[in-house]
């Protein structure tokens, strides 16, 4: 992933932070003191140094496919490089707290990996499962936005991935048997930054700057550079909308 892309996830991941008021997430965290976190597909490790830092007690295991950016971290945190469609190397009910943001969508076999992972955390742990549903974007946006967000969830189909997951997230974990009390929080994101939360316009407005590397990513895949321009000018003029959900659980204690 280019390094602009990378100070752009940044961007979401921080504006995300301060939507939660400057935590990680919406999870109980703090109240189980948790001593092992485990990041998937860290990218930037954004999140992972926020974990560190916060609970600078924890091991903090951030794995991802690529190599790990150019940064400064915290002592606390242990990087893996692995790929998630794959088996993991680690022991079951290893961790206090998985967390995966914005990854299963791209992930071979997202719900496979899900049931994979959620088998990592303890009993009386978290998992933290956080996604998009970009199919909103369809209805809401322009026809260009339509075009290109088709074109985009066809390409991810095509490689394993679901860019409507977010919302098959709750049902996920729930069949697990294995988790109570599913939370799911659903957070409507306007791209224009014009809706009528301020904090949800920040999220649209640090999201919509992603539109750039979508259209390399899509450039081979029939969107001109045209119709990718008037893409991003009815990105900022219409009510295009996706959405993000928020799910948590805990597993249950034997």
């Known amino acids: 992933m280019p390094a602009d892309a990378k100070c752009r996830l940044d961007e979401i991941h921080a504006a995300i932070s301060r939507y939660f008021g400057g935590q990680l997430c919406l999870a109980p965290m703090a109240a189980m003191s948790p001593s092992k976190i485990l990041d998937l597909g860290a990218v930037t490790v954004y999140r992972a140094i926020q974990a560190a830092t916060q609970f600078p007690e924890a091991e903090v295991h951030a794995l991802d496919i690529s190599p790990l950016p150019d940064r400064i971290l915290p002592s606390n945190i242990h990087f893996h490089l692995a790929d998630l469609s794959q088996e993991l190397n680690f022991e079951p009910e290893t961790f206090d707290i998985v967390h995966s943001r914005f990854v299963m969508c791209h992930v071979l076999n997202g719900k496979e990996v899900i049931e994979r992972v959620a088998r990592l955390v303890r009993p009386g ?130």
């Open 125 to 254: 742990g978290l998992l933290l499962m956080e996604d998009i549903d970009i199919s909103n974007m369809v209805t809401t946006g322009g026809p260009a936005v339509g075009q290109v967000v088709s074109i985009m969830m066809q390409w991810m189909r095509a490689h394993g991935g679901d860019g409507e997951i977010g919302r098959k997230l709750e049902g996920i974990i729930a069949s697990l048997r294995f988790f109570e009390d599913v939370h799911v929080t659903r957070i409507t994101v306007p791209f224009s930054g014009t809706g009528p939360n301020a904090a949800n316009n920040e999220l649209g407005l640090a999201w919509n700057f992603m539109a750039g590397d979508v259209g390399t990513l899509l450039a081979g895949q029939g969107v001109t550079t045209d119709t990718m321009e008037q893409c991003r000018k009815e990105l900022r003029q219409s009510g295009c909308e996706a959405i993000i959900y928020f799910t948590w659980a805990r597993r249950i204690e034997i």
